[in-house]
């Protein structure tokens, strides 16, 4: 059975209607992308994939993981399903173009290697129609009633990325822990993710084997809770870490 080893939860501001998943060494501005993601959910090359969306305006609400192996289908919970694959050298890195970089040199326990991708998506047409009606509605949209409707449409579209390394799926990870940031006093060691939202992150270890006597050294400390995101299926999740504890 498939297991989740990692689960990040942020908002993502979409430039020209897209937001771009890619290896960290890759330059999405480059020449030789993919074609942007006109009327599909995703297009893929080598090493980026690129989502679609219907917004410019307005963030979407992105969950990202990744699993030991494919993981149990979710479409039922979702309006759109697409698959793909990508190339990554065990990071990737999430590009909003002109708004900067939501995640940059995430580290997966995958490693090198082909990654298969599952994106889900939602409530795209209706934030997009809502948007519209507000238009119609207020006359100005620098005025304080028009943007208090419009902050009540930030994250209603949602994107679920799953990816995972099929070769690895019979043997299992020896996940390498590998990410770090600061949020609500956490802190985790190794690469950074600069986002400058709150972001909720959920990390579940798999050791191999040989590594069954081994043991996360945390600095005794009251343990803190993130809370209030939803899950890939609608549910509520909840992450617990050690308030100002060190994961080594």
Known sequence: M????????????????????????????????????VGALISTNREQLWVGSLQEDIN????????????????????????????????LSISMGQAGTAVHG??????????????????????????TALFDRHRNPLSDEFQQEKRTLEGLERYLVQLWRESLAETGYGLAVGISGTLVGLTLVSAALPVAVAVRLEVDLVLTPAEE???????????????????????????RFPRNGTIA
């Open 213 to 239: 006597d081994w043991r996360v050294p945390v600095v005794p400390a009251e343990t803190a809770v993130v809370a209030g995101a939803l899950d890939v299926c609608g549910g509520v999740c909840r992450g």
């Open 2 to 37: 498939s297991r989740r080893l990692l689960q990040l939860v942020i908002p993502v501001t979409p430039e020209r209607r897209m937001f771009r998943i890619h290896d960290p060494a890759v330059d999405p501005d480059a020449p030789g992308g993919p074609l942007p993601p």
């Open 60 to 91: 979407v609400r992105l969950v990202l993981e990744e699993w030991d192996g494919a993981p149990p289908p979710c479409g039922d919970a979702w309006d759109e399903e697409a698959k793909g694959s990508v190339y990554l050298r065990g990071q």
């Open 106 to 131: 995430l580290r997966l326990g995958g490693g090198f290697g082909d990654y298969s991708v599952r994106v889900y998506a939602s409530n795209r047409d209706v934030v997009t129609r809502r948007y």
